[in-house]
């Protein structure tokens, strides 16, 4: 539901859509020329590196990055339901994961569900039906019936964390510099931000590849970013851990948050985009808007 109303506004602005993907990337002292898939160049002062976490113009940058993985798989699929999701996205944490359900077009959501390997693998062998019926009841029948199973996908779980956020005139966006577990759409998040603080710190400046505007997004991203990516890896962590009092302190603190109103709106205040990292851009006059009551 996101990406065609960001496209609809992209086009509304005179934004040049080009569907080719980046072939290389060649940074020079003054610009990048980019050489796509079709063969066309484009040249710029500063591009914004947002092609995931395989990232061709992050490796033209001489960006390194760390990575890790988890003993855990994520399937991916698409379902329709007979009930409304009303434009909500749900998030239930299992034992060997989160099971995350995100609102599409008319009566139909897509789902990413984490499990072991071995487990994994089980679902993704399912035939449509049987993998219907779990799937109503991992989501407790809120969705309603659930049918017209999507294509599936499996890939292993792992996180990433670039060494640089920008380089040489190349700033990264979302994947590119980082990636976590799906746990409270912190990695959309993380990239909504990153997309609003370039472009905070690149409007109407003369030169916006210049070093001292790298260095800049680098630090502000970087505190964001890489505290947020620690405390999702330590309740990923958990879920995997099978160590009673983490999975006990870990039940007690989202059973505290969900009773406690006052608590609820400030983790979600923090979670969708903390006041002390968040650009201008994504402020309300300044100020947080009302996210629950």
Same mark, same amino acid.
């Given at each position: 539901?996101?990406?065609?109303?960001?496209?609809?506004?992209?086009?509304?602005?005179?934004?040049?859509?080009?569907?080719?993907?980046?072939?290389?990337?060649?940074?020079?002292?003054?610009?990048?020329?980019?050489?796509?898939?079709?063969?066309?160049?484009?040249?710029?002062?500063?591009?914004?590196?947002?092609?995931?976490?395989?990232?061709?113009?992050?490796?033209?940058?001489?960006?390194?990055?760390?990575?890790?993985?988890?003993?855990?798989?994520?399937?991916?699929?698409?379902?329709?339901?007979?009930?409304?999701?009303?434009?909500?996205?749900?998030?239930?944490?299992?034992?060997?994961?989160?099971?995350?359900?995100?609102?599409?077009?008319?009566?139909?959501?897509?789902?990413?569900?984490?499990?072991?390997?071995?487990?994994?693998?089980?679902?993704?062998?399912?035939?449509?039906?049987?993998?219907?019926?779990?799937?109503?009841?991992?989501?407790?029948?809120?969705?309603?019936?659930?049918?017209?199973?999507?294509?599936?996908?499996?890939?292993?779980?792992?996180?990433?964390?670039?060494?640089?956020?920008?380089?040489?005139?190349?700033?990264?966006?979302?994947?590119?510099?980082?990636?976590?577990?799906?746990?409270?759409?912190? =990695?959309?998040?993380?990239?909504?931000?990153?997309?609003?603080?370039?472009?905070?710190?690149?409007?109407?400046?003369?030169?916006?590849?210049?070093?001292?505007?790298?260095?800049?997004?680098?630090?502000?991203?970087?505190?964001?970013?890489?505290?947020?990516?620690?405390?999702?890896?330590?309740?990923?962590?958990?879920?995997?851990?099978?160590?009673?009092?983490?999975? =006990?302190?870990?039940?007690?603190?989202?059973?505290?948050?969900?009773?406690?109103?006052?608590?609820?709106?400030?983790?979600?205040?923090?979670?969708?985009?903390?006041?002390?990292?968040?650009?201008?851009?994504?402020?309300?006059?300044?100020?947080?808007?009302?996210?629950?009551?």
């Amino acid at each position: 539901m996101l990406i065609p109303q960001l496209k609809a506004r992209a086009v509304q602005l005179g934004v040049d859509m080009i569907t080719e993907d980046a072939l290389r990337a060649d940074p020079s002292s003054s610009q990048v020329a980019i050489v796509t898939t079709g063969g066309r160049v484009l040249t710029s002062q500063v591009v914004l590196a947002a092609d995931g976490r395989n990232s061709v113009l992050r490796d033209a940058a001489g960006i390194k990055t760390n990575g890790w993985s988890y003993d855990q798989v994520a399937v991916a699929t698409s379902f329709s339901h007979s009930g409304p999701h009303d434009g909500i996205s749900t998030e239930y944490h299992k034992g060997a994961g989160p099971f995350t359900t995100v609102p599409l077009p008319g009566h139909a959501s897509s789902l990413v569900w984490m499990e072991r390997p071995q487990r994994a693998a089980e679902i993704m062998a399912m035939p449509d039906g049987q993998l219907a019926r779990e799937i109503q009841l991992q989501t407790h029948g809120e969705l309603g019936r659930i049918g017209d199973i999507g294509q599936r996908r499996a890939f292993p779980m792992r996180g990433l964390v670039a060494r640089d956020f920008a380089r040489h005139r190349i700033l990264l966006i979302g994947e590119s510099a980082h990636v976590v577990p799906p746990i409270g759409a912190q =990695g959309l998040n993380m990239s909504l931000r990153d997309a609003a603080q370039a472009a905070e710190l690149i409007a109407l400046e003369d030169d916006p590849g210049h070093a001292s505007i790298l260095v800049q997004y680098d630090r502000l991203r970087r505190r964001d970013v890489q505290p947020r990516q620690q405390v999702i890896d330590i309740m990923n962590r958990s879920l995997l851990s099978g160590h009673a009092l983490l999975e =006990g302190g870990r039940a007690l603190g989202l059973s505290a948050i969900a009773a406690f109103g006052p608590l609820r709106r400030f983790v979600m205040a923090q979670g969708l985009a903390p006041v002390s990292t968040v650009p201008r851009v994504m402020r309300a006059q300044g100020k947080m808007p009302v996210l629950m009551k």
